[in-house]
């Protein structure tokens, strides 16, 4: 079992940037693939982006395709996203989760998740 904790949460203005932190508990962090989503009220949970265990290969959603980076540091079993040019459709809570089997753009595919941390973009 792996346990995640983000931060890096906060209020921030249409325009500008943040950057999320997950950790992750345990030994095994580079086997790997992790992912993240995002949670407005009342809308599903939907996919924002994924990231490979040891390669770093990633993947966006086309949403923040290209305003949102993804990365990763394995020897301190750390990810992270790069927030920038953000938007107030951007706001929700987010949260990082293992990947356990299955496409990358289901929640349903991942098993350990955060308890997330909430971002709120003001226009």
């Known amino acids: 079992q792996v346990q995640l904790v983000e931060s890096g949460g906060g209020l921030v203005q249409a325009g500008g940037s943040l950057r999320l932190s997950c950790a992750a508990s345990?030994?095994?962090?580079?086997?790997?693939?992790m992912g993240w989503f995002r949670q407005a009220p009342e809308k599903v949970r939907e996919f924002v982006g994924a990231i490979t265990g040891r390669t770093g290969s990633t993947a966006y959603a086309d949403s923040v395709k290209g305003r949102f980076t993804i990365s990763r540091d394995n020897t301190k079993n750390t990810m992270y996203l790069q927030m920038n040019t953000l938007k107030s459709e951007d706001t929700a809570v987010y949260y990082c989760a293992t990947h356990s089997s299955g496409s990358i753009y289901y929640p349903n595919s991942y098993d350990n998740w955060g308890q997330g941390t909430q971002v709120t973009v003001s226009s």
């Open positions: 345990g030994r095994t962090f580079s086997r790997y693939s």
